[in-house]
């Protein structure tokens, strides 16, 4: 209990302090470390808040469940209120509970995004990532299906990657009951959502049924071999997702070491990647999953598949980061990318 008050504490005084004009909150920010010295002043602020929210627990301390409850109250308010013309219906999936985000005046059938959110695969939902979800709809205007995964360690590996890719296929075969355009549909998410998105469009390929229309991958996670890359190393301390947070999350759904190198788990360890949906890859300049994404960007364009890639210059982790500005434009660039990517399809 005293734990939830304590994130919401500290959530109130997010939301106030994102309020402030930028040069205010630069002062009480303070300067960050050299490595991240470009990031905007509420990102820093940000990262700097998580880690005294954090500092009288040990992540390693805390059971899943009890882990759960805290992502979703400091989500809860980092994420702000997003109020957009985007209505909200509560749907299944492959028998998985899933949102679906239809934004106002959207056609039928319109694009659709099958999205996966974030939260190491043992924590997260499509509460978390509600936000992210209504922005994206909005800003891209299309559908967008938030898909509820099985969570770790209750379900390992591959749990949460047999959930995405049913819940991509049950989409496809049920365009219509969407008010989706069958040859419109994309898959996305972020970090570990990331990592099932681009683990789906391989195995919609390996399938030879329907395949994506498009990736949208915001520093998807993509390796779990070692030795991890110098992002990793520069950003793993004092942001929201430190390298003890990944060690807990890798700990709980994938403990085997032979399934670490399986594609399903490692997507960009996969021997082929050729003949996949275009893609999007979205990175932050101060996020130890940095490295990674843009090393799976790079062995996309090595196969030939179209592939685009931004780093965010002034920033760590951000989708559902968007009670600050920074965020939110952010948020805002990504579904720019996603709205021509999916629009141009249907009239080009």
């Known amino acids: 209990m005293a734990d939830r008050v304590e994130t ?17 909150l630069r002062v009480l920010a303070g300067r960050p470390p050299r490595a991240a010295a470009e990031l905007e002043a509420d990102a820093w602020l940000l990262a700097r808040l998580g880690t005294a929210l954090r500092a009288r627990r040990g992540v390693r301390d805390d059971p899943p469940p009890a882990a759960r409850e805290h992502f979703a109250a ?31 005046g959207a056609p039928a059938p319109a694009p659709l995004l099958v999205y996966f959110h974030g939260g190491g695969w043992v924590i997260g939902s499509p509460a978390t990532h509600d936000g992210a979800c209504r922005l994206l709809a ?7 299906l938030s898909v509820d995964y099985r969570l770790a360690p209750e379900h390992r590996f591959p749990a949460a990657a047999d959930d995405a890719f049913a819940a ?36 919609a390929r390996d399938a030879g049924g329907p395949q994506p229309a498009f990736q949208l991958l915001v520093y998807p996670a993509t390796d779990f071999s070692r030795p991890r890359r110098p992002s990793a190393a520069l950003f793993g301390q004092g942001y929201l997702l430190t ?42 300049a101060a996020d130890p999953l940095r490295d990674e994404g843009e090393a799976y960007a790079a062995r ?21 980061m968007t009670a600050s500005r920074s965020a939110r434009r952010a948020v805002s660039h990504v579904a720019g990318v996603l709205h021509h990517a999916l629009h141009a399809r249907r009239t080009g």
């Open 243 to 284: 390298t003890d947070r990944m060690d807990w999350f890798e700990d709980h759904y994938v403990p085997a070491e032979e399934d670490k190198r399986s594609p399903d788990a490692s997507p960009l360890l996969a021997e082929n990647l050729r003949g996949l949906a275009p893609a999007h890859v979205a990175t932050a």
């Open 168 to 203: 991509f296929r049950w989409a496809a075969g049920n365009a219509a009951a969407l008010g989706a355009d069958p040859d419109a549909i994309a898959v996305g998410g972020d970090s570990a959502g990331g990592n099932l998105a681009a683990v789906t469009a391989r195995r």
């Open 74 to 104: 400091e989500t809860a308010v980092i994420s702000g209120r997003i109020d957009v013309p985007v209505a909200v219906e509560e749907r299944t999936a492959a028998g998985l509970p899933a949102r679906l985000y239809v934004p106002r």
């Open 138 to 144: 909005h800003g891209a205007a299309v559908r967008v």
């Open 8 to 24: 919401a504490v500290g959530g109130a005084l997010v939301r106030a302090l994102f309020a402030l004009p930028g040069p205010v």
């Open 300 to 320: 996309l364009r090595e196969a030939g598949v179209p592939v685009s890639l931004y780093r965010h210059p002034h920033l760590h982790g951000f989708l559902n």
